[in-house]
């Protein structure tokens, strides 16, 4: 018998912004060749997340799940024809994959294992003028399937062919990734920060490095902020967000940078607090940072770190930071039973 997993309604104050972020085809895939015919604007966004997930931000943007063989999940997710003229909409699932420390989708069609699992209906949409619709992707994960992480992408796919008028036709292609880890134990994210570098390009331009390792069992898309205080004469240059694309996959390791900085930034010494996230896994290192001569770089001195790394067992989400509070409410229990857990109203609690 299939197991099929819950999921969870995205509230709607979280679609209007997912809206923007879930579009994942490059940039030229969505622009009409010169002197094609423009295909309109298509957007994308999911409805459903899984329960256990409910505080996951990857898990509003993308398909993310952990499952043992032989369970079925569905996610619905809504299509909008954002042009004045009518549209063909095809749906479909297609492979891709972690290269380069970075999330890369197979050209057309190209199938996967993780393909061959999914489904999505219907397969064609016809939308009118500024229509919206909703479809549904369906996982179906068989009772062989070995353990291990598989990534694909639904895609919504619209274009218009040549004709008399346009020598050259187009595609547009919008859809989400999908993040699928198979296993009959418990789930394991985490990742380790080694250390951070200070760099100044030859045209003196500043930037940080930060070496990172993935040291749990599911791919990283790693996000966070850089905030430079304590700088000479009491300087706080403020926050600095890390340039977001590196995805790393289990065991992987790579750097993030922190790219557009001041070019007058004095070199320091800086108080470096760097805080990456992926979902719920959270770290940060702190260390005192000089910045060196145009084309050089200087690792920086650590004097502090903290982590959440996360897994799932199956009944619920839980945190290393969290342990001990939780060991200490059941003991409470035992005089004054807790109240029931609830169910956030908003993705973010």
């Given at each position: ?8 309604r ?18 030229a ?16 966004r ?24 032989g369970?079925v ?25 972690i ?9 057309g ?24 619709a ?8 068989p ?47 985490d ?14 331009r500043p ?12 791919a ?6 850089l905030?430079?205080a ?5 300087l ?6 890390v340039t ?11 750097t ?23 979902g ?5 290192l ?8 145009p ?8 004097i502090?770190?903290s ?7 199956g ?16 003991r ?18």
């Amino acid at each position: 018998m299939r197991r099929r997993a819950p999921s969870l309604r995205v509230p709607g104050a979280a679609l209007a912004a997912l809206a923007l972020a879930l579009p994942v085809a490059p940039a030229a895939d969505a622009a009409p060749a010169n002197g094609a015919p423009d295909p309109g604007f298509l957007g994308f966004r999911l409805l459903e997340a899984p329960v256990v997930r409910r505080d996951d931000p990857r898990a509003l943007k993308y398909i993310v799940d952990h499952l043992k063989p032989g369970t079925v999940i569905e996610r619905r997710f809504e299509v909008a024809n954002n042009s004045d003229t009518g549209r063909q909409v095809r749906l479909y699932p297609a492979a891709a994959a972690i290269t380069e420390n970075q999330f890369a989708f197979a050209e057309g069609r190209t199938p996967n294992e993780l393909t061959r699992w999914t489904s999505v209906e219907p397969a064609v949409l016809d939308l009118g003028p500024q229509e919206k619709a909703e479809a549904e992707v369906t996982i179906r994960v068989p009772d062989t399937a070995t353990p291990g992480e598989r990534y694909a992408v639904v895609w919504a796919e619209s274009g218009a062919p040549p004709d008399r008028q346009h020598n050259i036709g187009s595609v547009m292609r919008v859809g989400t990734r999908v993040y699928l880890d198979i296993s009959n134990s418990g789930e394991y994210a985490d990742f380790r920060i080694s250390k951070i570098v200070a760099v100044r390009g030859k045209d003196g331009r500043p930037s940080v490095l930060a070496h990172v390792r993935n040291t749990g069992k599911r791919a990283l898309d790693l996000r966070g902020k850089l905030h430079l205080a304590d700088g000479p004469g009491g300087l706080d240059a403020g926050a600095h967000a890390v340039t977001e694309g590196t995805t790393l996959p289990p065991g992987g390791s790579g750097t993030v940078s922190v790219d557009g900085l001041n070019g007058s930034l004095p070199a320091g010494p800086w108080t470096a607090r760097l805080e990456l996230e992926s979902g719920m896994v959270r770290h940060s290192l702190a260390a005192r940072l000089t910045f060196p001569a145009p084309g050089g770089s200087s690792v920086g001195w650590i004097i502090g770190s903290s982590n959440r790394p996360y897994w799932y067992a199956g009944a619920g989400v839980v945190a290393v930071s969290g342990v001990v509070l939780l060991l200490l409410r059941r003991r409470r229990g035992r005089t004054a039973p807790n109240p029931p857990p609830q169910v956030p109203s908003s993705p973010n609690g």
